[in-house]
């Protein structure tokens, strides 16, 4: 369980680790092209994609009101294109830079915009490998619906960075010490995005204003939770923390995580009994949130993710079977949900997707570059 990641000398603190790369340094430069998929309940969500237009597709899904524009997504999508790959970002609904339509939004256990842009891919092109990144509360959707979908899901290998195992403690961590530097960013980002919301959506809510200052837990209580169909803030975490499902994961996954990430707590990180065989879990000593920076000097920073991830995808998609034609995605409604390493030789996938005017996008979301 030990990863093979070795922090910079100059950058073991955690702190240091979570903000250089997402917030301080400069992204890196790849173009993407724009498109819009349109959903069944008349919402959408936008997509960028890196420019081949040949080979396996690799789709990230960013963390807690990112984007494209986050340095972790361009560091991957730049890593994907030089691997030979197609790379696209799943943009969670209203994070693309557009309000969405409708009321609802998305959350850590929304699973069901995600199945269906895989079912769509799938129908588009039946024999491409498949293989999905997430990374934050993306990476908790994406293990939620691993879990969910079991040896359905039409995935050649998938990888989760700094998921929140335990939604719970993730509030708690945030609300105590350094770690509230990072919940004020975050709660200003997600304020922001709902009053810009309300301008263009009318949504169903009984608090008229937001207070100045939330904590994760109290947004959660007061918007994520009620607009979702949760009870509340607790039932949220209990229904969509991403550590109940990941017994059930087939698909080869690979999970990176820090014991020191500011996010977190120790206690969260699951036990071996408490994994798939097919999931390989890399603990790092050091790599805070969504970090991972190594390198000799500062001004030659390197990402380690851009470099273990697609070395670990290669792997598979590589050496990737044709996925059966009678293979399909395990059907997943879109409402919300209200309820609580397998080797590549044991593994066996319209709506419209339309370009919106365009053919480039920086996709700029520049309330919140941390994940």
């Not at 030990?2 to 100059?10: E, G």
């Not at 959408?44 to 986050?70: E, K, N, R, Y």
């Not at 959660?220 to 949220?236: I, M, S």
């Not at 499902?245 to 977190?264: C, E, N, Q, W």
Request: charged residues 20%.
């Amino acid at each position: 369980m030990n990863a093979p990641f070795r922090p910079a000398w100059w950058c073991r603190n955690p702190h240091l680790q979570t903000i250089l790369f997402n917030s301080l340094l400069p992204r890196p430069r790849i173009d993407l092209r724009r498109e819009r998929l349109e959903l069944p309940d008349g919402d959408f969500v936008d997509l960028d994609w890196t420019p081949g237009t040949t080979g396996p597709i690799v789709v990230l899904l960013h963390g807690l009101q990112g984007s494209s524009d986050a340095y972790y997504a361009r560091a991957l999508m730049r890593a994907v294109d030089r691997a030979g790959w197609r790379g696209v970002v799943l943009h969670f609904r209203g994070c693309s830079g557009v309000p969405n339509r409708l009321p609802r939004t998305y959350h850590s256990g929304e699973t069901g915009d995600f199945n269906y842009l895989v079912g769509r891919l799938r129908e588009r092109e039946r024999v491409t490998p498949l293989a999905a990144v997430g990374v934050s509360l993306g990476a908790n959707v994406l293990l939620k619906w691993l879990g969910e979908q079991g040896r359905s899901a039409p995935l050649t290998a998938a990888v989760g960075i700094s998921p929140p195992f335990l939604l719970n403690c993730v509030a708690d961590r945030l609300n105590s010490g350094f770690s509230k530097l990072y919940q004020w960013h975050l709660t200003r980002a997600l304020r922001n995005a709902f009053k810009q919301k309300r301008f263009a959506v009318d949504v169903p809510l009984g608090i008229q204003r937001l207070p100045q200052f939330m904590s994760a837990r109290e947004f959660d209580t007061y918007v994520t939770a009620p607009l979702h169909g949760f009870r509340d803030a607790e039932h949220y975490y209990a229904a969509t923390s991403c550590r109940q499902y990941l017994k059930g994961i087939a698909v080869p996954t690979l999970l990176i995580h820090s014991r020191d990430d500011p996010f977190m707590v120790p206690d969260a990180i699951p036990g071996p009994q408490e994994l798939a065989d097919s999931i390989t879990l890399e603990l790092c000593r050091h790599g805070g949130h969504v970090g991972f920076v190594s390198g000799n000097w500062p001004w030659r920073a390197r990402c380690y993710l851009e470099e273990r991830v697609p070395g670990y995808l290669s792997t598979y998609l590589s050496h990737a079977r044709v996925v059966p034609e009678h293979t399909k995605v395990r059907a997943r409604r879109l409402e919300p949900e209200t309820t609580a390493k397998e080797s590549p030789e044991k593994r066996p996938g319209t709506h419209s997707i339309r370009v919106v005017p365009g053919s480039k996008t920086t996709s700029r979301q520049r309330g919140a570059p941390l994940p």
